[in-house]
Nanobody, 123 residues
Framework: QVKLVESGGGLVQPGGSLTLYCVAS???????MGWFRQAPGKEREFVAT????????SYAAFVKGRFTISRDNAKNTMYLRMARLEAEDTAVYYC?????????????????WGQGTQVTVSS
């Protein structure tokens, strides 16, 4: 069993930066991890993923080099550093733990989900 708790969300102005955190309890270091987001009235979508070792990452096209995913297995923590934020980035951001160690972009590859943290980009 893996429990995931996100934090770090909040209100930020367009062009600003924010770092999201996902702390995991249970056996998460052997699992790939990912970030997804859901904007109001839209389906949840993939944002970024990182392999269990942390050596492999993958991002959604809309990230355009603005976000960086990383993890510290010693701290059971995953991060999403977001820069040059846009209004379109406003959403609830969820972290998830995959069934295996390889990166995954599909929701059904993930077994455990956090409750989400709200990110609002507005002036």
């Amino acid at each position: 069993q893996v429990k995931l708790v996100e934090s770090g969300g909040g209100l930020v102005q367009p062009g600003g930066s924010l770092t999201l955190y996902c702390v995991a309890s249970g056996t998460s270091s052997s699992r790939a991890m990912g970030w997804f987001r859901q904007a109001p009235g839209k389906e949840r979508e993939f944002v970024a993923t990182i392999s269990s070792s942390g050596y492999t990452t993958s991002y959604a096209a809309f990230v355009k080099g603005r976000f960086t995913i990383s993890r510290d297995n010693a701290k059971n923590t995953m991060y999403l550093r977001m820069a040059r934020l846009e209004a379109e980035d406003t959403a609830v951001y969820y972290c998830a733990a995959a069934r295996g160690g390889a990166v995954g972009v599909e929701e059904d590859e993930y077994e455990y989900w956090g409750q989400g943290t709200q990110v609002t980009v507005s002036s």
